[in-house]
């Protein structure tokens, strides 16, 4: 008995450190954390903490049917396994943004808003950082979670928030909006103007802490490179948003690049994509062909990264 148990504490001593690099960002886009973060599943969104101890992100299963927010933390100078998060697991909870030093969790969720078990419309909701766990999320008002969807929250570093919606008074088919922060209070979000949205899809946008870069995913448009790609505008010296501008094909693929984040600390632009690595082999065994299935870049969402500074 003591010999197995010797056995199995060496196997555990033994075991191989998860591998994150958050300081060295790739020149051209790479798949991030692979095996680990970005692997066979559905994931896309990514938060991080500006200590850079603690990443969230958004694992789904294959076709997204059910979506939570995962955690993973570096302690003691070592990254531990993926977790869910608290207060996740039971509905569809997606696109974390943290505020606040990272106390505090922006997210959206379709979890029944106001006790109202008939209401299945996603919405954006808050929650503050206790200890290592996060308190019972809140929805934010009224004026900002609507009958319609609310995607993807983003905020500036003086409250102001972006955020994705479905309105009567957008300008297309999903919209980006903005809501200053005023006092603590929320003021009736406004539709960006035609510099950012137009007829078709505007969504998924990431503000900057000075509030004059935003970067988001449009659809249908002209130069739109297949299934629909990023963009970015940045505010002239009136504080006007000047004409928004495709990121191009070191970014964008063919397929969907969307939910973009950039860390600031060091200097790495993060997104989506549902691009897959090319694979011209014949296959003449079943387990070759879930080999190849079952590992990132098969068309399912995987996260990215790439230096910021060279884009």
Partial sequence: MLFICMVYISSCNDKKPIEIDLKSAPTSAEVFGKNVISTEMYERD???????????????????????????????????????????????????????????????????????????????????????????????????????????????????????????????????????FVNGIYENPTVLDSAINTSTYEFNAYINPDENLLIFSSYGRPDDMGGGDLYYSTKDEKGKWQPSKNMGNKINSTKLDYCPFVDLTNNTFYFTSERMKENKATFKNVKDLKSHANKPQNGMGDIYSTDFGSL
């Fill in 46 to 180: 990514i938060a991080i903490t500006p200590d850079g101890n603690e990443i969230i992100y958004t694992l789904g299963d294959y076709k997204q049917s059910k979506r939570c927010l995962v955690r993973i933390r570096e302690v003691n100078g070592e990254w531990q396994s993926p977790e869910i998060l608290n207060l996740s697991g039971t509905y569809q909870d997606i696109e974390p943004f943290y505020a606040e030093g990272g106390n505090k969790l922006f997210f959206t969720s379709n979890r029944p808003i106001n006790n109202d078990s008939l209401r299945t419309d996603y919405n954006i909701w808050v929650s503050e950082r206790e200890d290592q766990q996060w308190s019972e999320p809140i929805p934010l008002p009224e004026n900002i979670n609507s009958a319609g969807q609310e995607f993807f929250p983003s905020l500036s570093k003086n409250g102001n928030l972006y955020f994705t919606a479905t309105r009567k008074d957008g300008i297309g088919s999903e919209d980006i909006f903005m809501s200053e």
